[in-house]
């Protein structure tokens, strides 16, 4: 699988997913942040993405300011979204994922505004709200956004399955270093650690039968935009 394909393949999901939600009604709006946790988790092609964003850009800074931020209590994944779908079709039971409770803000915000928010990860592109969490407490999705959700996870994990997936600040932090995105884009870059966890491909798709006549057309699109692959 070609990198730069995978680069564009990637922007082009980013794209679906924003005209499959366009016309929802939602309260997000500019300077709103309630969503803005530590714990948002990404794959290594979109902490590629990121990173080679901020260094084009001249935002290295964010790198440090990262560092300076980061929260103890992030959120790690020991499972991803495909490896998730393939242990329960076989029957298996997922690990424990212990829930992370901060205080704290993702640690690139600044004034509550995301400066990377052109190349920001899926995890953070599928937070979204009916109601205003700074009010209610809690984020309110649709059934239909939930499985949207994690079938466009499925496809961001499959266009990465030789990478792995981790908290936001790990990856980007791994993927400030030069070594690390040349070895990234060549496909030897070792496994960096405990705090990451392997992608796999596409076993089995997480989608309920209420919703797989609804979904079928963008289901239709994703496989498309893998055949060239």
């Given amino acids: 699988m070609n990198f730069e394909t995978r680069l564009i393949v990637l922007n082009k999901i980013y794209q679906l997913y924003n005209d499959a939600i366009k016309n929802l009604d939602v309260a997000c709006k500019k300077y709103c942040a309630a969503c803005c946790t530590p ?30 931020r980061i929260s103890k209590n992030r959120f790690k994944p020991k499972i991803t979204t495909n490896r998730l779908a393939d242990l329960c079709m076989k029957g298996g039971n997922p690990p424990d994922e212990e829930a992370k409770h901060s205080d704290k803000s993702c640690p690139a915000l600044k004034d509550n505004l995301c400066p990377i928010y052109e190349v920001r990860p899926f995890g953070c592109r599928c937070f979204i709200s009916k109601y205003d969490c700074s009010k209610s407490g809690c984020a309110e999705v649709d059934s239909f956004v939930m499985t949207l959700n994690t079938l466009f996870m499925q496809f961001v994990e499959q266009i990465d399955f030789m990478g792995f997936s981790g908290n936001f600040a790990d990856v980007l932090l791994l993927m400030k270093s ?52």
Wanted: aromatic letters at 6%.
């Fill in 39 to 68: 714990n948002v988790t990404m794959t290594a092609l979109e902490g590629y993405l990121i990173a080679d964003h901020m260094i084009s850009n001249g935002q290295t800074d964010l790198f440090e300011a990262v560092q300076s």
């Fill in 178 to 229: 030069n070594e690390n995105r040349d070895n990234y884009k060549k496909n030897t870059l070792n496994h960096p650690g405990t705090d990451f966890v392997s992608n796999l491909e596409i076993k089995v798709l997480m989608v309920p039968p209420e919703h797989r006549e609804k979904v079928k057309p963008i289901l239709d699109t994703l496989f498309s935009l893998l055949r060239p692959l």
